[in-house]
């Protein structure tokens, strides 16, 4: 019952913020919404981290939660890397920096400049590698994420 309300509270707050809000999610977007994935495919998934509080013109920082799924476990000796795209309202700093918080998860840590308060939308391409013990897999998904800026 109360995983219910908390959906009903988070759509009928999206509602009110045009959809523009923290969690908030337009169908067929990559914003992240509770529960649901930025990326995923059967053997990793990336999660939105805890929201920073972030203000126009500040350096901001966003966290992307790396999970290694099944048997595969987070690549120690992957160059990982966060390639933002280009956007005058989102400048990126770097390439993020990635840090393994143990076998099986990461996070990487987005450090970036919203031009304006609202809704920043910090959209690139995550780098990174989980192995099993048979094979290591390279992907560079597309990740979207709908960040707060106050």
Known sequence: MARERTAIALGL???AAALSGPGCRKAGDGASA???PLAEKPFYRIDAGPPVACAPGATCEARLVLTALGSYHVNQDYPFKFVGEPAPAVAVDGDGAFAIDDA???TMTVRFRPAAAGTA???G???LS???DDTCEI???RIELAVPVG
């Open 13 to 15: 707050a999206c509602a």
């Open 34 to 36: 509770a529960g649901k």
């Open 104 to 106: 099986r998860h990461g």
């Open 121 to 123: 939308a910090l959209v």
């Open 125 to 127: 391409t995550f780098k």
């Open 130 to 132: 989980v192995c099993s």
């Open 139 to 141: 992907e560079t998904p």
